[in-house]
């Protein structure tokens, strides 16, 4: 049901179906069961200890059970549940206006971007928190005009700083962006009406496209293959998740790196319209079919005249 209301809704743009409905499904009442009275959901552990504190993991594993509720489920603030755990997820929102604590004390413009995603999906996109989650997005650009993990334009040991509680590291905005990075901010961008007009979106997304089935420049899931690495909802940067992105930017087949990208798509489409795709993250049986769904989403969008 719920993958046939989001087919409906995206691809056959079918506007008079509801998600109410999808909300009473009984999965949708086993997340919610488990759900704090915090707004949150436990990492899941089995009281394993944890570098970071388990209010941080916390806030990644609501991060990712609001990915499932609202990119599968279209569930929104409409629902109280959705309206806890955002306000869980706002209260990690600084004054600077990033998202603080699953990177520890340091800038994570990535999980910033993820969240703040989810939460314009969720029916927050007119929210001034929203709006100044943005301009701090803006503020942290490198001077190339992408983003990268800042700590790692300093060259940092990465789990070091993360334990270490010191000051949140300014980024060497010299150094080149990453991909990897950028292809999740952009996300953030993207799913908003308005900011993904921005020049600096647009820009943006330029870079992501000339990065395409590339090395990255820093050393986090670096290698080409992580491009092909595909999950949904989405996580990393992988190619699904930045042509999604970039085809709500507007790019289209008509630009070469899109086309290229599209192409690896046809070229692992099985007789029967699935793909043969390298599926990681999650245990959701249906995860091929999601991403069929998310493959044929993206190829509405580029071919749209």
């Known amino acids: 049901m719920p993958l046939r209301f989001c087919t409906h809704r995206d691809l056959l743009m079918d506007t008079t179906a509801t998600p109410e409905t999808v909300w009473k499904l009984p999965v949708i009442t086993k997340y919610l069961r488990k759900q704090q009275p915090s707004g949150s959901w436990r ?9 970071r504190s388990s209010e941080n993991y916390d806030q990644l594993e609501t991060y990712r059970i609001l990915g499932e509720l609202v990119e ?12 806890h755990a955002a306000a869980y997820l706002f209260s ?7 998202f603080r604590g699953i990177y520890g004390t340091q800038y994570t413009p990535n999980y910033s971007a993820g969240i703040m995603e ?30 990268a993990i800042p700590l790692r334009t300093k060259g940092k ?38 900011y993904r007009t921005k020049k600096e979106a647009q820009y943006a997304g330029a870079l992501l496209a000339s990065r395409l089935f590339k090395k990255d420049t820093y050393p986090d899931r670096g290698t080409v293959q992580y491009w092909e690495r595909i999950s949904f909802p989405f996580w990393f940067t992988d190619a699904l998740s930045a042509l999604d992105s970039l085809s709500l930017l507007g790019f289209t087949h008509k630009q070469k790196p899109i086309a290229d990208a599209l192409d690896w798509f046809v070229r692992r489409q099985h007789d029967d319209g699935g793909f043969n795709l390298k599926v990681i993250r999650g245990k959701d049986p249906d995860t091929r079919l999601w991403i069929c769904f998310a493959v044929c989403r993206v190829f509405k969008r580029c071919y749209k005249e």
């Open 92 to 98: 990690f929102q600084t004054d600077e206006g990033d």
């Open 72 to 83: 599968k489920y279209a569930m929104s603030n409409t629902h109280p549940s959705i309206e």
């Open 118 to 147: 989810l939460l314009i999906k969720a029916g927050y996109a007119d929210d001034p928190r929203i709006k100044k989650g943005f301009r701090w997005l803006l503020s942290i650009r490198q001077n190339d005009g992408g983003w």
């Open 43 to 51: 990492y899941p552990g089995g009281g394993k200890p944890y570098l």
């Open 157 to 194: 040991n990465f789990t070091r700083t993360v334990l270490s509680d010191a000051e949140a590291i300014q980024p060497n905005r010299d150094k080149p962006f990453s991909h990897l990075i950028t292809g999740i901010v952009l996300r953030a961008f993207a799913a908003h009406p308005i």
